[in-house]
């Protein structure tokens, strides 16, 4: 995916992307302060959000306006939000849902989830109710579900927020793992600069609704361009 003059205005701007270029079959780690427009940006990508101008391609072609395209290209993504929503049914049925909605046949769905199941370490809970889980095993599911229909790209917004280091272990591992086997893109927005420089391969810092620096995440976290940058990935107060 590419952006071009993206802006987004409420009663301020609170973005303004002049280019971003997604390529795929990379990691992308979205860091800034809080109120810098990462999740704006994360849901202006997945088209949830319309920016106030600009535009945006997809493989190269210019994303329409029609409903009709913007849900085809959304059926190409997946979203998974700080808070996990589940449904209240069980396990298996969470993640079975985007099969069953694009008329997959009941061997495949069973196949394909009982796969994810098995990679995310819930197989043994598959039937249990989904609104029983623990925080760690409930954003395992919604990832799981976002993943099951083989998405070009994941987005992730703050996913291991207030879980535990064992939980933000299994997820980062389950991020890495559908990254590489998959070769889906994946773009996570993260308050953790420790989880960006473990699991990104570029971090786009992004402050005041502009994106300061994008780079590999050896060079943002050992020789950033911009003394903001620095400044921030060092855990000090920028202005």
């Given at each position: ?71 085809n290209l959304q ?46 370490g819930l197989s ?85 609704g502009e994106i ?28």
């Amino acid at each position: 995916m590419k952006l071009e003059n993206i802006n987004k205005e409420y009663d301020r701007e609170v973005l303004r992307v002049d280019s971003l270029e997604l390529n795929k079959g990379l990691i992308y780690g979205i860091i800034g302060p809080s109120g810098a427009g990462k999740s704006t940006l994360l849901r202006i990508i997945n088209l949830l959000t319309s920016p106030s101008q600009g535009a945006y391609y997809f493989h190269g072609q210019p994303i329409l306006k029609s409903s009709r395209e913007l849900i085809n290209l959304q059926r190409k993504m997946g979203l998974v939000f700080q808070k996990t929503l589940l449904f209240s049914d069980s396990v298996w049925n969470n993640v079975a849902y985007g099969l069953k909605a694009r008329g997959c046949c009941r061997e495949e769905i069973n196949d394909r989830v009982g796969l994810l199941l098995d990679q995310v370490g819930l197989s043994d809970l598959a039937k249990r109710r989904a609104d029983t889980l623990s925080g760690g095993e409930a954003q395992r599911v919604a990832i799981a579900r976002s993943v099951a229909y083989d998405p070009e790209l994941l987005l992730l917004d703050e996913p291991t927020a207030n879980l535990d280091p064992y939980n933000i272990e299994l997820i980062e591992e389950m991020i890495a793992t559908l990254n590489r086997e998959k070769d889906i893109t994946v773009v996570i927005v993260t308050h953790n600069v420790f989880q960006a420089r473990r699991i990104a391969d570029k971090v786009i810092f992004i402050d005041k609704g502009e994106i300061v620096e994008m780079g590999s995440a050896e060079k943002i976290f050992t020789d950033p361009e911009y003394e903001k940058t620095r400044l921030y990935v060092e855990g000090k107060v920028i202005s």
